[in-house]
């Protein structure tokens, strides 16, 4: 390959920072020139560089061996790149909008999670895209797709809040011998307070381990992906305005879930406050609180709480979304609550 | 080109003319709006395919009491819409997500429903309609109703399982339906020959059983012409069908799409085709209209979308607290506590 | 329609006692009589009489118009489906497997759950089918599917324990104007145990309603499906044994939860266990924790716990798949351990 | 018939009709095996069709080293399965969910893979196959290797979205891939005409934009010679290819069904072409085989299924523990605490 990069892929090598979105595309590409087996799928993403541009200029770069668009066929092209990944490649797939996994659901949950298991051996396979409400896209364009994946043993999910995180992590799931489901916050790819200068150098942020955001004493926050950035907003209102101390976990990975490091903190706080931008019911705050309640009963000194969306399809105008989402107030109230209880 | 009216009468053809018209102008009007700020999501234009839906439609037999034909648009379909009584305020109203639109600012643009006037919104996910379509005119057949149902996606939209799935459930049922394939050439940046590898999607009429046929869709008349035929078939118990509509997509997917991946000079090369400047020129040298009535559609068109449009302007959006409601028909969903008078859940 | 009643389906009438499966015949066939606009989809349901044989006979006494054998697409005839309703049919689908439902899990959980929300109107479907494990079926004929739609705000699901219970449920399914996810567990279908005599008037029982099964002050039992019975089963160990009262709870409707019964009795009992036989992570277990959390911290007097299948595929092995499955003594311990907290 | 050995020799036309005999001892043997209680799940005849599996298998290159050609073969194509080097122990073991066998238990019958012969064991949602098939494929143009592949599907799996989408996939992407359609006029108790208004596959090429040709199932030549020449074709960069087979079902879906949907005269009719007994006839006929060496294969086929059914037989089921390792390669998920040492959930 002696192809010059494209600038725009040269940010953090020229010490600028750059956006969650910069930071996804730095992955694959240095992932790209890293490995020669890995590639990528779906729809729009040669000549157009994808919906949301994040592999501008790799078809030029990369040739279409390499970077190849689809036909509109989600449960296709992803069950084609889990035949790949059999023999011997490891495919990225781009899902244009990550609502439009679901004809993929079967392919996924049946065969590729289930490929180690029955024998037919690892599935180095990514499957990444945007997810997330905020963006007036309607019912269509805006969901989050954890919980329809969360129940299927044998995939992993990742779900990154910062730019810096977003890098290490989609390096991890590339290089991990498992099938990932990587979930890219719409509201969060070009969020001018996220822009970062990022480490040099080759990192990468291994699956399965949260991260501690904001430390703290009377009440905990697990949290992810676009409401971390809520969550530490509440959290500073707490302790300005009421002088409670707000500890907040990133779980970054949701599945598997870094039970340890909830426990751990719930143990100390002895509060918790589990806060996702999904729908309500069924959603993952159910199982970390079931998880909590088998691990630290003993250390709770108040009801496991949840702030979540509502549940609904995520509705278009702007009015009704903003009052289907959580908010930062909302956080603050069951905050408060919990930290008076 | 046809050189007949195709049994249509002066007034029949001044309403192809119109219907053409107020999709041109309404998604002129739209694109206004959108520069204004009063949009919200994308604009989707349909420049050069007005002729594919206008003329599909009016092949149809439009009731508003339920009982006539059933039809399933696209975004890039308005003109059918138009056709079977969607309104243009609603439209506007749909495009604003205006609380006072027939989904009340739950759903975008033309994805809305009136059974009654016998049309059925789209969703995103594409090629599921076809199988909703499979289903609605299953239903006719099972009850010996003499209505067929007719449903429009794009080329690429044919990649998809569900546009397997129920096509070919409809060729087996033998539904009344007709699939209209809006072959465009183009599935936002990607081109046809990477969707499949036919050259005419009549090629994959065969594989399914089913009569198809292509035409030229930028020729509302031979559309008309086109699909009525294929319409009688349908009613007359045949089964399903397929019509290609061959054209161009003269803009970008959506607005935000420059389109710098399609050739300019293929670009001009369509422009020549225009529906609308086709028609009017027909129009003319067979003397079905005069340049006064012609000239009457246009500014009618223009004003009803500029009235329309100004109406939906100043009406409300939403109340934020309607997005919990008629989840279910019945049982009501529970309520975000961290927003009710008290953050006690205890309460709530 | 003229045509003589088939004899297996006058069992009731004459009344004899019947199994699961004949509950559920009985309850389609009344249905279909009560209801010309009632007609049934799916694959071999009509010659053969379904893979289960619940149709058996339907074909010949409803005809053809009634009784459609689909092409192997369970997501366009669930589609179809979906369309049949939007005219003011009411289709009861089929699904062989409903380990088979996830190509339908697109148009499911996509269009008809939203149906009503978009202003489409009511979505009056029932998509029902064989589920659960213990039959040696493997990955794929071994499924619970619940956890695939728990998470879809506009659809219900129910899951019945009993003849009974299979009966007025499914006539309630079908009389409801939102789409139900309808499952019944393979090993509960023809069990000698569940005959009973039903009572021989057109009953329903109500969506959303759970029963108590069983009353008890020392701890609750929520569970539903095949682990009803698991769990009488270990109460009744507990109680002759170790003296310990267990009240029993068969949420029978799973969306929408019913959540005051469970408040109810936990308020009661002050011990929560649920038993499912799904999967572990992310099952109904989990919900259910957070709503008690939310409802009843106060009243706890000891963690919630659960007694799940293992978070793997289903295994095909016997002995595999009984290690996987949750078993009567796993309650018991639970239960135990619970009760001496 | 086709007249030629299609340039076979002797030992090749032998190795044929051997694969046959396995083949069909194979399953008579799990019958028996089904009777005395050893088999777990239900066992799926191919009899009648057992020509295609192994005339079509037998027309691609097998290694051991995994740079073969790939197979995905269903459960009525195990004929195909064995000639690729699955051991009859193995086919037993999966059938008998014996802790010996390729899953270790976890999956079933024919579903089990090995990449260096050049298997891929099928899933039981119909239409995924195709879908990996085309994956596998792509890997192989990718890489500019010489490979093709070959997927297997019923009639019935045509009316997947998943056979759409990947035989659409591997055709815009002209993946090496040979699909097999296995049309043996029932799916289940459905009959081909319920799943498809097509009478021959073959129609369902062209609008795939792929070649495709139809051949008689029961005659062992006819099809390896039919799929050379697609494999040729494939492999020489044509692209992706469909080759139907034409037969019959002769046995219900499984031993439960009793196929009481099909007229007897229809099974009686197929007798006659029973693919085993042709392809002897004609071996004896061209002075291709003696009797002794047929008689000799048989009772090969029928030892060497027999031996290996014993064996199976005595080996121990797999330990139960086993059911949680190997969800991931890497994270070992949680152990049911209830059966632990303690039921303590703090101390799992
Ligand atoms: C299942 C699915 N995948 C992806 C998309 C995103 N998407 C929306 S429109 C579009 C292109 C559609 O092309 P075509 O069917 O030719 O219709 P056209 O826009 O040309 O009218 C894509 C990929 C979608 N809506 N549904
Ligand atoms: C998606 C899906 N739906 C339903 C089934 C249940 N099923 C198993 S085999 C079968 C019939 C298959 O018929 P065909 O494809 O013609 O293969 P054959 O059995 O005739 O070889 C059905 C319906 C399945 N395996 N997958
Ligand atoms: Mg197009
Ligand atoms: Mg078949």
């Known amino acids: 390959m002696d192809r010059e990069i494209p600038e725009h892929l040269l940010k953090t090598k020229n010490g600028e920072p750059v956006t969650m979105l910069e930071a996804i595309s730095e992955a694959l590409f240095e992932e790209m020139t890293r490995d020669d087996s890995v590639f990528l799928l779906g729809e729009d993403i040669g000549v157009y560089g994808g919906a949301f541009k994040v592999t501008r200029d790799f078809l030029t770069h990369f040739g279409e061996n390499r970077v190849i668009d689809t036909p509109i066929a989600e449960g296709g092209f992803t069950g084609a790149a889990a035949g790949a990944a059999h023999m011997g490649l490891r495919p990225v797939v781009e899902i244009q909008f990550m609502d439009f996994i679901s004809p993929a659901y079967d392919v996924i949950t049946n065969y590729i999670a289930t490929s180690n298991y029955r024998g037919a051996g690892p599935m180095p396979l990514v499957i990444r895209g945007p997810v997330g409400g905020g963006n007036r896209g309607g019912p269509f364009h805006s969901q989050n797709v954890e919980m329809a994946f969360f129940h299927t043993p044998g995939l992993k999910i990742v779900y990154p809040s910062t730019a810096k995180d977003a890098k290490g992590l989609l390096k991890a799931s590339i290089r991990d011998e498992n099938p990932v489901i990587f979930e890219e916050h719409k509201g969060l790819y070009r969020a001018p307070a996220l822009r970062e200068v990022l480490p040099d150098d080759d990192y990468v942020i291994p699956l399965g381990k949260a991260r501690t955001v904001r430390e703290g004493t009377d009440l905990t926050i697990v949290t992810y992906g676009a409401m971390v950035h809520k969550s530490v907003e509440a959290a500073e209102t707490l302790e300005s305005e009421d002088g409670v101390s707000v500890e907040i976990i990133d779980l970054r990975t949701l599945l598997p879930l870094d039970e340890d490091a909830i426990v751990e903190s719930v143990k100390k706080t002895n509060k918790l406050l589990v806060v996702h931008e999904d729908t309500r019911t069924g959603g993952i705050a159910g199982e970390i609180a079931i998880r909590v309640s088998e691990k630290a009963f003993e250390w709770l000194d108040g009801p496991i709480l949840r702030v979540t969306a509502i549940d609904a399809p995520v509705p278009y105008s702007g009015s009704l979304e903003d009052y289907f989402l959580p908010q930062t107030g909302d956080v603050v109230n069951a905050a408060r609550y919990l930290a008076a209880y | ?348």
Chains 1, 3 share one sequence.
């Open chain 2, 1 to 348: 080109m046809s050189d007949s009216a195709f049994g249509l009468g002066r007034t029949e053809l001044h309403d192809l003319y119109r219907a053409l018209c107020v999709t041109r102008a309404a998604e002129e009007r739209l694109e206004l709006l959108q520069k204004q700020g009063h949009v919200t999501g994308g604009v989707y234009r349909c420049l050069g395919q007005e002729a594919g839906a206008v003329g599909a439609a009016f092949a149809l037999r439009r009731r508003t009491d339920g009982t006539g034909d059933m039809l399933c648009h696209t975004i890039r379909a308005a003109g059918a819409l138009f056709l079977f009584g969607g309104e243009l305020i609603d439209y506007f109203r749909q495009y604003m997500a205006k609380g006072t639109g027939p989904t009340r600012g739950r759903e975008a643009n033309v994805h809305w429903f009136d059974f009654d006037k016998g049309f059925v919104g789209p969703v995103s996910p594409l090629g599921t309609m076809i199988e909703i379509m499979a289903g609605m005119t299953l239903s006719f057949r099972l009850r010996g109703e003499e209505r067929i149902g007719m449903v429009f996606y794009g080329d690429g939209a044919s990649s998809t399982g569900a546009w397997h799935e129920g096509l070919n459930f409809a060729a087996v049922q033998r539904c009344p339906m007709i699939l209209m394939v809006e072959n465009n050439q183009w599935a936002f940046s990607t081109p046809t020959s990477k969707n499949t590898r036919v050259s005419s999607f009549t090629e994959k009429g065969p594989g399914y059983g089913i009569g198809a046929e292509s035409v030229d869709g930028t020729d509302v008349l031979a559309v008309f012409d086109a699909v009525r035929r294929a319409a009688n078939l349908v009613r007359s118990g045949e089964g399903t069908r397929m019509v290609e509509l061959k054209y161009f997509r003269r803009r970008g997917h959506a607005q935000h799409d420059p389109q710098d991946y399609v050739d300019p000079a293929e670009i001009r090369k369509w422009e020549k085709k225009d529906p609308l400047d086709l028609y009017r020129a027909r129009l003319l040298e067979k003397e079905w209209a005069s340049e006064a009535e012609l000239v009457a559609i246009e500014q009618d068109a223009f004003d009803s979308c500029r009235v329309a449009a100004e109406e939906a302007i100043g009406e409300p959006y939403p109340d934020g607290p309607d997005a919990v409601t008629d989840v279910y028909t019945d049982v009501s969903t529970p309520h975000p506590w961290t927003r009710a008078d008290s953050p006690d859940p205890t309460l709530a």
